[in-house]
DNA sequence: AACGAGAGAGTTTTT
DNA sequence: CTCTCTCGTT
């Protein structure tokens, strides 16, 4: 063997890796190695002579997996390309497409994307006719929000409604009729929504006997990474495939859960001795990446949880420079401090090694017109995706009638570009087209010459089984005029986004994955690495995996961190805190926390003044450095050194924080039904009314449930 | 039936 | 501010 495993590894590292038999959990503390614990089992798995084709490796963006991969060839000095890994979703979509028959799809299946879905319900609720001129009506974007997580809680849309949505509980059956039409469209049209791959796939190896032998066969030896943000469908899917001989090796760190909002199941972790029986448990509790004085803030934020997760995270690498709490005037300051920190953080770190983290994708923008300003290149993770931008989608469109003729989807948003055609023209044709009624087509392309265009582009395409940056290229000759026309005003910026589009496809040799991966994984248009010495803006989910030298978490206010969103419910709230340990954990040696003393509103165009995170205020001041702005724009460390640094006011309102109700719905005159979240002593109630928000009531004016 | 203007509503996190 | 939906005009 080359690789000297003892050496290299901590005694429960090594554990972990040699353990190649039976099912393993590894718990895994931030920081704890996880990731080079995975690495080394790949390498160990081949020195076992084990076929890397056999290998699945599940994590939870592709680039996490392609960086795994390519460190662990790096350790054997050879190519693993056999190798299955990615995504859940990914490996999904490869196993449906290589069974697509068996489970009825004769046209090609095709992965939606959120905005595809969205199309999907527009066009059912429309032929349905529900809610026309209802202008109260929920949007679609959240009758899908309600329909998706349904399905990944696997909990029926009335107690998803109920629970989540109170307001909305009077459409539930318009919304119900809308769910079962909207299941109906994409089965007829081979289209697939993310939950859909996970349920069909599941579908497919309980139906298919053959089918699940055959993986079980194929994949002996199972990875997860990130196990405790997996769903239900997810932990049964692996399971499945695990067959009888159970050789499977689950990582995850109970504490880092951060989507439970999306139908993630912590039990997935807690329970996997008993679905798997015999596990072996392994713990990673050593530190390797923050300084102690980081990770005691951090278990400190964790202390604070309501359930505790049994932790004792050490370091060794010590250090005496506390983590500061930084309060700027404002959001719109604390942009002008960032940067000012980040200009001295550069003089020690090159910029790729900061990174500015925040809750929301637009909390950023504030820094980001700072950063252009001082210019300094920055990467941003997480918000808007490259593939959802109007063109690229229109571009895809097209690609997309050439993988699955019975996409409607497509054939709507592609015909569309062309003058004179609306969305009863494209139905209309689409019916012909399914129909073989040649008649009607030849009729309408009579009348539009850069229709019978469109179709014999297609057709050609469709025949010559090109690769796909070579149908890129024809359909771009195609549609460049047309994106001219359409985005006048910013048709150059949009133009390079269909040379990056370009330069993505050219790395595919297959159209199916092409797409699908435009769906399924938010591309990177700048290439798969980060970028050398460009500052990271990320939201705190996409960073997750990350870790940097230096990190600072923006907006450390009630209503942003923990979004206001989460207020209602007390475990969306203990998950925000875990969301905080995520971001604190990234930083290795310098962690920045802002807490701006007010917020500015954009709808009454004023600034509001905000009160500190929770998580802050329960911060003891020995564990960091406070330092304040003052009017004159500079930062003056602040020097009480009491107990609470937080200013008596607010102290006090700290010391009362109420505490937890067990009762939890009551009855208000005007707002009506509506959740308590805290009791405030001696008779005042902090309760969330559906559709109105957070109101603080006498307890008079309530009628408790 | 297509298309553009104008009003209105709502901002988490992601595969 | 930006995206979505409705309504009136061609």
């Known amino acids: 063997m080359k690789i000297d495993y003892k050496k290299e590894l901590n005694p429960s590292q090594y554990e972990a890796v040699t353990t190649i038999d039976g099912p393993v959990l590894v718990i895994a503390g931030a920081g704890s190695g996880k990731t080079r614990t995975i690495v080394y089992r790949l390498a160990y798995l081949v020195e076992q002579k084990v076929n890397p084709q ?68 527009k066009n059912v609720r429309d032929q349905l006719k529900i809610g026309q001129k209802d202008r109260s009506f929920p949007k679609k974007k959240t009758i899908l929000s309600l329909i998706s997580k349904a399905r990944n809680k696997e909990l029926d849309l009335e107690q998803v409604i109920l629970k989540d949505a109170f307001h909305l ?61 997996t769903n239900l469908v997810q932990g049964r899917l692996i399971k499945l495939i695990a067959g009888p001989s159970g050789n499977v090796m689950a990582v ?30 392994v713990k990673l509790e050593q530190n390797y990446r923050s300084t102690q004085p980081i990770l005691n803030l951090t278990n400190q934020i964790l202390a604070g949880a309501a359930e505790k997760y049994p932790k004792n995270l050490f370091s060794t690498r010590n250090s005496k420079l506390l983590p500061q709490l930084i309060r700027p005037l404002s959001d719109l300051s604390q942009a002008r401090v960032v940067v000012q920190k980040i200009n001295e953080l550069s003089r020690k770190y090159p910029l790729h090694e900061i990174a500015v983290l925040f809750r929301a994708g637009y909390q950023s923008y504030p820094v980001e017109v700072e950063l252009n300003r001082a210019g300094i290149p920055f990467q941003k993770f997480g918000g808007i995706k490259f593939s959802e931008a109007a063109h690229i989608k229109d571009v895809l469109a097209f690609m997309r009638l050439i993988a699955n003729p019975a996409d409607l989807l497509a054939w709507t948003r592609a015909l569309s570009n062309l003058k004179g055609i609306g969305s009863k023209t494209c139905e209309k044709l689409y019916n012909a087209f399914m129909q073989g009624d040649n008649g009607y087509i030849e009729k309408q392309c009579q009348k539009n010459k850069q229709l019978r265009q469109v179709l014999s582009l297609i057709d050609a395409l469709r025949a010559n089984q090109d690769s796909p940056a070579r149908i890129l290229d024809e359909i771009l000759i195609f549609y460049q005029p047309i994106m001219r026309e359409k985005f006048a005003d910013d048709y150059p910026r949009r133009a390079t986004g269909l040379e990056q589009l370009a330069q993505i496809a050219s ?54 961190f923990p979004s206001k969103h989460a207020l209602m419910d007390h475990e969306e709230l203990e998950e925000e805190r875990r969301l905080l340990y995520v971001a604190c954990t990234r930083a290795r040696d310098y962690l920045a926390l802002f807490v701006p003393d007010s917020i500015y509103n954009r709808y009454q165009d004023m600034h509001e003044s905000a009160l500190p995170s929770p998580f802050i205020q329960e911060l003891d001041n020995s564990l960091f450095e406070e330092w304040r702005e003052n009017y004159t ?48 002593p001696p008779n005042k109630y902090k309760v969330n009314f559906p559709g109105v928000g957070l109101k603080t009531v006498i307890g008079d004016y309530l009628e408790l449930e």
């Not at 299941?183 to 309980?206: A, C, I, M, T, W």
């Not at 994984?521 to 010495?533: A, H, R």
């Not at 500052?535 to 450390?556: F, P, R």
């Not at 609470?644 to 005007?670: L, M, S, W």
């Open 507 to 560: 790395t595919y040799d297959n159209l199916d994955l092409f797409l699908a991966d435009m769906s399924l994984e938010n591309p990177d248009p700048d290439g798969n690495k980060l970028k050398e010495d460009t500052l990271v803006l990320s939201t705190v989910h996409s960073a997750k995996g990350l870790e940097w030298s230096a990190v600072l978490i923006i907006d450390l206010v009630e209503e942003r």
């Open 54 to 121: 056999n290998i699945l490796l599940l994590t939870f963006t592709r680039k996490a997996a392609g960086e795994m991969l390519k460190r662990a060839e790096n350790l054997l000095e050879r190519r693993l390309g056999s190798m299955h890994s990615g995504t859940f979703h990914s490996f999904a979509f490869a196993m449906l497409r290589k069974f697509a028959s068996a489970l009825g799809y004769v046209n090609g299946i095709t992965v939606m994307d959120a905005s595809d879905a969205e199309d999907v319900l």
């Open 169 to 229: 509980r009077n459409y539930l059956e318009d919304i119900e009729r809308i769910y079962k039409e909207y299941q109906v469209f994409k089965q007829k049209h081979g289209l697939l929504d993310y939950d859909d791959l996970l349920f069909q796939l599941e579908r497919l190896l309980l139906e298919h006997e053959d089918i699940r032998d055959f993986l079980q066969a194929a994949f002996q030896y199972i990875m997860v990474d990130e196990f405790q943000d």
């Open 252 to 281: 995850g760190d109970d504490a880092q859960s951060i989507y439970a909002f999306r139908g993630a199941n912590v039990n997935n972790i807690l329970n996997f001795p008993e679905i798997f029986n015999n596990a072996k448990i």
């Open 633 to 680: 724009g500079t930062l003056a460390p602040v020097q009480n050194k009491q107990p609470g640094t937080i200013p008596p006011a607010q102290r006090q309102q700290r010391q009362q924080r109420p505490e937890q109700t067990n009762c939890h719905y009551c009855i208000h005159k005007i707002f009506g039904r509506g959740k308590v979240i805290t009791h405030i």
